[in-house]
């Protein structure tokens, strides 16, 4: 075992092993760079893949370690100002503000300053406009501050190490470091390499310093001289760097596996704008003016602009004729005065079946259309409800196109997403006959509902000008995204949590 621990050893480890040996088994990398001429960043690099063998050990220490700028040396060097001017002060005691300046040969923005520390120390006092020194002043001529005798030392030493400073030292440290651009702070790191009993037991056994190959030329190759070269042993075991690789966002891999799946079956796409007239959103689809969803505690209405353009005169008179009495479609509407002007009201859409309606008026049958897109709904955010998400909308029109027709393409739907599907009736306003889908979820041996479909009714197709069945459906995206990833609270999907995003698979099943 420790054999093959040898065998494996890079030629930068086997020789900071050999330098440790030598070195009494413990030493600092800068004393392996000069016993084994390699750059330090190789011996650091060693050390680290040796420390993870459990072969040394690695002591790291950071120290902060004070120097002077260039102001400061040239503080240290001609004193700080409010030394000069305490010296223009022993002889005169008194000097007029204004004055200072001249006095000391300091630059107005440093007397400031100078003013400032004088009044700290308590060497002057402000009077009248004058500068005068006091007691504690006079006593200063003659003797250094905290703050001078630090400026001193590190102007000889260069830089000074602070680690357990003297109280005088640490005081004057504190004065310096109020003060801006006088000293720079740095830390330094130090490292101690030590030898672990395991690493003691290789040396003993014996380590070969010399060359490995770990690469191939083409030289090499072609004349064959690879045959007689030494290579160093690799653990095919050995934990390697966790990658990352870059990969669709999750719900964006959803919805193109979506529109492929309905690509692949014919459907023609189409897209549409998320600011949408309510005639398109609401009246087209002969959802009543009054209806709950139309409430602007459900529907998100735009300020900016507050109206928008209806189309054509004819389009938009058979729209209100079947809410007022039906039209030609044998029903008797939704019996009320339609209004024009609540049609023209702009909302960002509240579902893609507009995008549907469009199309119809656009396109005649046979036809197919899907549309993915994100609609807007006023919900209270919660772990399974947000007020923007995705729909998939489709329809499919032709003369022989039926309710079971409409099934089918549903039950080929979830079927290629790997879900059992089942139906059951429901109720929309533009829809007749009407239903849910509902998935099955085996691990916990139930069904959840996952979007609506039906039959346009004629009232919806007589305006757009449309005589053939038309099948309609529309599926929620973000619900499904949530089954396929197994997570519970659908902020999930918008969270852009790293580490969730990070260790999801690359595909999903």
């Known amino acids: 075992m420790l054999q093959n621990i040898?065998?494996?050893?890079?030629?930068?480890?086997?020789?900071?092993?050999?330098?440790?040996?030598?070195?009494?088994?413990?030493?600092?990398?800068?004393?392996?760079?000069?016993?084994?001429?390699?750059?330090?960043?190789?011996?650091?690099?060693?050390?680290?893949?040796?420390?993870?063998?459990?072969?040394?050990e690695v002591k790291k220490d950071v120290d902060e370690v004070i120097s002077l700028s260039d102001t400061g040396k040239e503080y240290a060097e001609e004193g700080l100002p409010e030394r000069r001017i305490l010296m223009s002060l022993k002889d005169k005691e008194v000097i007029p503000m204004n004055d200072l300046d001249t006095e000391t040969g300091l630059?107005?923005?440093?007397?400031?300053?100078?003013?400032?520390?004088?009044?700290?120390?308590?060497?002057?006092?402000?009077?009248?406009?004058?500068?005068?020194?006091?007691?504690?002043?006079?006593?200063?001529?003659?003797?250094?501050?905290?703050?001078?005798?630090?400026?001193?030392?590190?102007?000889?030493?260069?830089?000074?190490?602070?680690?357990?400073?003297?109280?005088?030292?640490?005081?004057?440290?504190?004065?310096?470091?109020k003060r801006k651009g006088l000293i720079d702070i740095k830390k330094e790191s130090k490292y101690n390499l030590k030898m672990t009993e395991k690493g003691k037991q290789l040396l003993e056994?014996?380590?070969?310093?010399?060359?490995?190959?770990?690469?191939?030329?083409?030289?090499?190759?072609?004349?064959?001289?690879w045959r007689d070269l030494e290579y160093r042993s690799y653990d095919i075991n050995?934990?390697?760097?966790?990658?990352?690789?870059?990969?669709?966002?999750?719900?964006?891999?959803?919805?193109?596996?979506?529109?492929?799946?309905?690509?692949?079956?014919?459907?023609?796409?189409s897209r549409g704008s998320i600011l949408e007239s309510a005639f398109w959103n609401f009246d087209c689809l002969f959802q009543p003016q009054d209806h709950a969803a139309r409430e602007m505690q459900d529907t998100f209405y735009i300020g900016e602009p507050e109206y928008v353009n209806l189309p054509d005169k004819e389009l938009v008179e058979k729209v209100a004729e079947a809410h007022e009495t039906g039209g030609y479609t044998g029903s008797e509407g939704w019996g009320y005065s339609w209004d024009v002007e609540v049609a023209k009201r702009s909302v960002l859409r509240t579902h893609t079946t507009c995008v549907s309606a469009r199309f119809l008026a656009e396109h005649?049958?046979?036809?197919?259309?899907?549309?993915?897109?994100?609609?807007?709904?006023?919900?209270?955010?919660?772990?399974?409800?947000?007020?923007?998400?995705?729909?998939?909308?489709?329809?499919?029109?032709a003369e022989d196109i039926t309710f079971?027709?409409?099934?089918?393409?549903?039950?080929?739907?979830?079927?290629?997403?790997g879900f059992e599907v089942r139906f059951r009736p429901a109720y929309f306003p533009y829809t007749y006959l009407s239903l849910e889908c509902e998935i099955y979820l085996p691990e916990k041996e139930t069904w959840i509902e996952l979007g609506g479909?039906?039959?346009?009714?004629?009232?919806?197709?007589?305006?757009?000008?449309?005589?053939?069945?038309?099948?309609?459906?529309?599926?929620?995206?973000?619900?499904?995204?949530?089954?396929?990833?197994?997570?519970?609270?659908?902020?999930m999907l918008y969270k852009s949590d790293i580490g969730w995003l990070r260790h999801l698979p690359v595909k999903l099943d």
Not at 16 to 31: D, N, R, T
Not at 382 to 388: A, F, G, M, N, S
């Open 6 to 56: 040898i065998d494996e050893l890079t030629l930068y480890e086997k020789m900071v092993l050999k330098a440790l040996e030598s070195l009494g088994y413990e030493s600092s990398p800068e004393m392996i760079v000069k016993t084994q001429r390699i750059d330090i960043k190789a011996v650091m690099s060693a050390a680290g893949s040796l420390a993870s063998k459990g072969l040394i």
């Open 107 to 177: 630059v107005p923005s440093e007397v400031k300053v100078a003013i400032g520390w004088l009044l700290k120390k308590k060497w002057a006092v402000i009077d009248k406009g004058n500068v005068k020194i006091t007691e504690e002043g006079k006593k200063a001529v003659s003797t250094e501050h905290s703050d001078e005798l630090l400026l001193d030392k590190l102007l000889e030493a260069n830089k000074l190490l602070l680690f357990k400073p003297s109280k005088l030292i640490l005081e004057g440290f504190n004065l310096l470091k």
């Open 205 to 225: 056994i014996g380590i070969k310093i010399k060359d490995e190959a770990t690469q191939l030329t083409h030289e090499q190759l072609k004349t064959g001289s």
């Open 238 to 269: 050995a934990e390697h760097p966790e990658t990352f690789p870059g990969k669709i966002h999750p719900l964006q891999r959803t919805i193109e596996d979506i529109r492929q799946i309905f690509i692949k079956m014919g459907f023609t796409e």
């Open 364 to 397: 005649k049958p046979p036809l197919k259309m899907f549309s993915v897109g994100r609609v807007f709904r006023r919900e209270t955010v919660t772990y399974k409800h947000l007020p923007e998400f995705h729909q998939v909308e489709g329809i499919v029109a």
């Open 404 to 417: 079971r027709n409409l099934l089918g393409i549903l039950k080929e739907f979830y079927h290629k997403l």
């Open 453 to 491: 479909a039906g039959m346009f009714r004629p009232e919806v197709l007589d305006p757009l000008g449309v005589e053939t069945p038309v099948a309609a459906f529309g599926l929620g995206i973000e619900r499904l995204a949530m089954l396929r990833l197994d997570i519970k609270d659908i902020r």
